[in-house]
């Protein structure tokens, strides 16, 4: 007798295996695309919408005639570099993928809820690249300064390197998307972070990479006059361990 053939049938009222991943992969499709488009996109418009800036006080209930000033103040960006996961390695395709995503998000989270509202003034809280100290090839230095000036959309003056005060002309090195800003003047300051100059023993060690960052992104030392309101930068880091003798540097002295 021949050998009993199992023909492949389905069961009654059952769709073919190739038919139910067709649906399954449209209904990941249908339920992950909105909720992507909403975080990537519509949440970001919305935080934006949600801020405003406080109306001034002018007494009595009355609102005050005195010009505002508007600060935007971001904290602890940390731009993601080869040392924030070690693990991975320089030019490994994960590590390139997680700068790509992580620089997106906070170039979109910048544009949407702080530039969409317009401010005069932006102050960074120090930390502005993830382990920025310890990056002393000053080529890979500069990649991701250019990276954090491109999501930040950071103002550099076409002649010197160095500028926190007003929107200039960036240098020929950054990239073509931050240029097609609009020319309203905002000033641009920073605090440091021991992400960005170490802490004061590391300044004695490395003045180069002190001096480095403060070529770049200004002085942390600095008395400015916002509206009737001293806004006094002090360079914390410079201080923080100070009290060895070996570990004060000029910048603690300058401090100081």
């Known amino acids: 007798m021949p050998p009993n053939k199992v023909a492949n049938t389905v069961s009654p009222g059952r769709k073919p295996r190739s038919v139910q991943a067709r649906v399954h992969t449209w209904l990941i499709l249908l339920i992950w695309a909105p909720a992507i488009f909403y975080r990537e996109r519509v949440a970001f418009n919305l935080a934006g919408a949600s801020c405003q800036w406080p109306a001034l006080d002018g007494g009595n209930g009355a609102r005050s005639s005195d010009p505002s000033v508007h600060v935007a103040v971001i904290a602890d960006p940390q731009l ?20 790509g995503i992580s620089d997106a ?21 120090g930390d502005l690249i993830d382990q920025g100290e310890r990056i002393v090839n000053p080529e890979e230095w500069h990649r991701a300064r250019r990276r954090f000036d491109r999501i930040f ?6 002649s010197s390197a160095n500028t926190h005060a007003t929107k200039y002309p960036l240098d020929g090195d950054d990239d073509d998307a931050s240029r097609d800003r609009d020319a309203s003047p905002v000033s641009y300051r920073t605090v440091h972070g021991n992400h960005d100059v170490g802490y004061s023993r590391f300044a004695v060690r490395l003045r180069h990479l002190y001096a480095r960052h403060e070529e770049y992104f200004g002085s942390t030392n600095f008395v400015r006059r916002l509206g009737g309101v001293d806004l006094v930068g002090v360079g914390a880091m410079a201080l923080d361990g100070a009290d060895d003798p070996g570990a004060r540097s000029a910048q603690t002295n300058e401090t100081w």
């Open 105 to 125: 998000y906070m170039s979109r989270a910048f544009r949407r809820a702080v530039l969409s509202n317009d401010p005069e003034h932006v102050l960074f809280l």
């Open 153 to 158: 959309r950071w103002p550099r003056r076409a």
């Open 80 to 99: 993601t570099t080869y040392l924030s996961y070690r693990e991975l390695g320089r030019g490994n395709p994960v590590l390139i993928a997680v700068e």
